[in-house]
């Protein structure tokens, strides 16, 4: 009977553990990769008069979909008080080449989200030009934002650490070793 208890016990133990060592090599293995934090940027226009807020979401674009660009216009000395009203376009090209350009679009809270599809993975470059304010035309001013596109992203299961196989061998070996014993003595 304590040979069926100990067994009970290891099982619960290996059910227990296993999740847990699981967890803490992968959140290890996650730090250890760089972070596209510069894909959350904020930027004074060529001309100095306003501050562009831009982000991109999913925070690392991929080919495989679509990018949402969040924008935002603020006033540059007021504390980041949001700019209403505004006329804009976006530009988004790669290297020299133009590969999107948006028509005048408005932004009446001074937010906005432009959709957008990269096509192919590599260094961007998203250029917002702001063309009026406060429902008037302005000289146009632009901030230019650059966004690293990554292949399809794959969302495969990863593998377990050789440790955890070990680990789970060790204990199945354990495991057979109580019940072959626990046999003999029944016998």
Avoid: H
């Amino acid at each position: 009977m304590k040979y069926v208890v100990a067994m009970i016990i290891t099982v619960l133990s290996v059910g227990a553990t296993l999740p847990s060592f699981a967890q803490l090599y992968y959140n290890d293995q996650s730090s250890s990769t760089s972070s596209s934090a510069p894909q959350n940027q904020v930027k004074l226009t060529d001309k100095g008069d306003l501050m562009v807020g831009f982000y991109t979401d999913p925070q690392s674009p991929t080919t495989s979909s679509q990018t949402s660009f969040q924008i935002s216009f603020a006033n540059k000395g007021d504390a980041g008080i949001v700019i209403p009203n505004v006329s804009y376009t976006i530009s988004v090209t790669r290297g020299d080449s133009p590969v999107f350009q948006s028509p005048v679009l408005q932004s009446p809270q001074g937010t906005a989200s432009v959709q957008y599809q990269f096509l192919e993975p590599g260094s961007y470059a998203v250029t917002v030009y702001v063309s009026g304010m406060n429902s008037k035309q302005i000289p146009q001013e632009a901030a230019t934002f650059a966004v690293d596109v990554s292949g399809s992203s794959t969302s495969a299961v990863p593998e377990f650490p050789s440790p955890v196989i070990i680990f789970g061998v060790a204990t199945a070996s354990v495991v057979a070793a109580i019940s072959a014993a626990s046999r003999k003595l029944t016998i």
